[in-house]
Nanobody, 127 residues
Framework: QVQLVESGGGLVQAGGSLRLSCAASGGTFSRLAVGWFRQAPGKEREFVSA???????YYADSAEGRFTITRDNAKKMTFLQMDDLISEDTAVYFC?????????????????????WGQGTQVTVSS
C-alpha cells in the first residue's frame, strides 16, 4: 500500500511562487507514475500535471509554462514548482500515484487512472 503526503502549500501573492512536495512511502517509488490535481471551492477536481516512471511530463493548459513537475526517485518524492501564480490557482492540491508497469500510463490526465491519493495541501493566491 502506497501512502502519499503533500506539503508546501500556503498563502502567496499573485505573481509569486510555491513548490509543492509529495512524499511517498510503502511502495517502490520508481514503479509509480505520479500526478497532481487540484480542487477549488465549488468546483470539480481537475488535472494539473503528471510525470511518468521514465520522466515524461504532462501539463494542463492552465499550468503549461508556469508549473514544472519533477521527481526524485532516491528521495521518493515528486515536486510541483509553481511560478507566476494567479488567483485562479487557489485550490487544494492533491498528489496521486499509480503503478504502471503492467498497464502503462495511458490516461495521465484522468483521475480514475490513479489509485493512491494524498490528503491535499491548500494553496491560496491573493490578488
Amino acid at each position: 500500500q502506497v501512502q502519499l503526503v503533500e506539503s508546501g502549500g500556503g498563502l502567496v501573492q499573485a505573481g509569486g511562487s510555491l513548490r509543492l512536495s509529495c512524499a511517498a512511502s510503502g511502495g517502490t517509488f520508481s514503479r509509480l507514475a505520479v500526478g497532481w490535481f487540484r480542487q477549488a471551492p465549488g468546483k470539480e477536481r481537475e488535472f494539473v500535471s503528471a510525470i511518468s516512471r521514465s520522466g515524461e511530463k504532462y501539463y494542463a493548459d492552465s499550468a503549461e509554462g508556469r508549473f514544472t513537475i519533477t521527481r526524485d526517485n532516491a528521495k521518493k518524492m515528486t515536486f510541483l514548482q509553481m511560478d507566476d501564480l494567479i488567483s485562479e490557482d487557489t485550490a487544494v492540491y492533491f498528489c496521486a500515484a499509480v503503478h504502471t508497469i503492467l498497464t502503462g500510463f495511458t490516461r495521465p490526465r484522468s483521475m480514475d487512472m490513479y489509485n493512491y491519493w494524498g490528503q491535499g495541501t491548500q494553496v491560496t493566491v491573493s490578488s
